[in-house]
């Protein structure tokens, strides 16, 4: 079992849809949960990070983290052609070993058409 | 605040020569990441340096080594390279906050 997994993808939305980005984790220790933005021939770039249990919302981007589940979702409301690139979940577990180690999942790459 | 830089951008070498890769962090990041990204493996991690001391090592040969400097810069050096070694290479920086802010990276393309 992988450590961090994401919905293979890719996934295709029209302009102005709700894109729902899924991805799991297998450590229960897992801390810290990060989402990254990757474009064609770019590094990523940070989106949001979530550390409780809940939703946490930044303009159209709502992050969602279920512990118990061993869940973390990204959802991007209204979504725009420039929204199309290709989505990290990271996780940082806990303890000594995880020293600045994020732990990456494949990528969903999205594409929005207008 | 100006963010990550990583020279060179852009790197060819043959197969068994050595390389050097370089990474300035954010200003007053003192965690520097380093991490490998190909098309087949993803984003892998390397090694972790806080205040010139490795704290994390991935699973790597010890091909791969890196350090950091007083100033915070740190290098990451591969030895011998071979084909697989063609990635883009990344760092990343983060403050006592765990977020990490990626640099553009370094495209290795061993021949």
């Known amino acids: 079992q992988k450590e961090v997994e994401q919905n293979s993808g890719p996934l295709s939305v029209p302009e102005g849809a709700i894109a729902s980005l899924n991805c799991t984790y297998s450590d229960r220790g897992s801390q810290s949960f ?59 577990t806990a303890g000594g070993t995880s020293y600045g180690k994020l732990t990456f999942g494949q990528g969903t790459i999205l594409t929005v058409h207008p | 605040k100006a963010g990550v830089t990583q020279t060179p951008r852009y790197l060819i070498k043959t197969r068994g020569q050595q390389v050097t890769l370089s990474c300035s962090p954010i200003s007053g990041h003192r965690s520097v990441s380093w991490y490998q990204q190909t098309p087949g493996q993803g984003l892998q991690f390397l090694f972790e340096y806080f205040s010139e001391t490795q704290r994390n090592k991935g699973n790597f040969p010890g091909r791969f080594s890196g350090r950091q400097f007083s100033n915070s810069r740190s290098e990451m050096n591969v030895s011998t390279l071979e084909l697989g070694d063609s990635a883009l290479y990344l760092c990343a920086s983060s403050d006592s906050q765990e977020t990490q802010y990626f640099g553009p990276g370094t495209r290795l393309l061993v021949l």
């Not at chain 1, 989402?35 to 930044?58: A, C, H, T, V």
């Not at chain 1, 981007?61 to 409301?77: C, D, E, G, M, P």
């Open chain 1, 34 to 92: 990060f989402w990254y933005r990757q474009y064609s021939g770019k590094s990523p770039e940070l989106i949001m990070f979530i550390y409780s249990n809940g939703d946490k919302e930044d303009g159209r981007f709502t992050a969602q983290l279920n512990k118990a589940s061993q869940y973390v979702s990204l959802l991007i409301r209204d979504s725009q052609p420039s929204d199309s690139a290709t989505y990290l979940c990271a996780v940082i």
